[in-house]
């Protein structure tokens, strides 16, 4: 049987070539990785030509880096810091489009600090249904009502998997502000959920 | 000592994350016990955070191609700099 693949040996083939200049390695390369990147992107930004752009912008960047790339991550995973960079310096060139305050989307308590609507438990079995896409739908539209300085937390930490000091990093905050504004869009987020999601809404 | 539901909340994400000192966790586990409505709400905290995870990137496990022009483009503005 053959041997799998190492992906790192891969990668180190595909660094030195692109190191020398080779026009092919840089189409490997962009063919390569350039589908997933987008993904990411898109998570970020939805308009489809700024997406578009943030990927152009993060190959350059990458192209231009190679030198100092010392192969201690993995290509895969060196590209995908460099397009979420990309994506966040993107989005700081558009908006500021008025929004919603976080604290509206925040639950609300009694005076003895009980919710103002109690917590219903909701569907178990939500990744399995069917209407898949439909859901997929869903939490797309609501994460993109976040404001977007708590969207942009919780997508660089609950769906990219940055740590926190590389989030507070990217966004220019606090790692403490990260962690709030992490919880605050998690709870925004499950507020939003809430009304679709709870057993009685089937 | 007890809590209430509003700081139940507010300490949800410190205990997922085992960042309670072992008296604050105690209090907290206490909530737990005697309030089925924030056991509701710690559940659906969990899947906000597991359904943002598991449906924002299952659109990459499925690699989608790169647009032709987005390849172009990019190796045209490579050969240009």
């Known amino acids: 049987m053959a041997a799998e693949p190492d992906p790192r040996a891969e990668d180190r083939a595909l660094l030195v070539r692109l190191r020398t200049g080779e026009e092919a390695a840089f189409e490997e390369l962009v063919r390569s990785h350039g589908g997933r990147l987008l993904a990411v992107a898109r998570r970020f930004l939805p308009v489809e030509e700024d997406a578009r752009d943030a990927v152009q912008d993060a190959f350059l960047s990458a192209f231009r880096a190679l030198d100092g790339f010392q192969g201690e991550a993995r290509l895969s995973t060196w590209l995908h810091r460099i397009v979420v960079n990309a994506s966040l310096m993107k989005l700081r060139t558009r908006r500021r489009k008025p929004e919603q305050s976080i604290e509206d989307l925040l639950p609300s308590y009694q005076e003895d600090g009980h919710l103002e609507r109690p917590a219903s438990p909701w569907r178990s079995d939500v990744l399995h249904e069917a209407e898949r896409s439909e859901l997929r739908q869903l939490i797309h539209e609501k994460i993109h009502e976040l404001p977007e300085g708590y969207r942009d937390v919780l997508l660089l930490r609950d769906v990219e998997d940055l740590d926190t000091d590389e989030t507070a990093k990217l966004m220019g905050l606090s790692a403490g502000a990260v962690k709030t504004r992490l919880h605050r869009a998690r709870l925004a987020l499950r507020e939003l959920l809430e009304p679709h999601l709870r057993e009685e809404a089937r | ?81």
């Open chain 2, 1 to 81: 000592m007890t809590m209430s539901c509003r700081e139940f909340v507010e300490f949800l994400m410190a205990y997922l994350d085992d960042e309670l000192e072992s008296r604050e966790r105690q209090v907290f586990e206490g909530h737990i016990e005697d309030c089925p409505q924030c056991v509701n709400y710690l559940d659906s905290y969990r899947e906000t955070v597991r359904l943002g995870r598991e449906i924002c990137t299952e659109d990459e496990s499925v690699p989608s191609d790169v647009p032709e022009p987005l390849v172009n483009a990019i190796l045209s503005a490579r050969r240009e700099s």
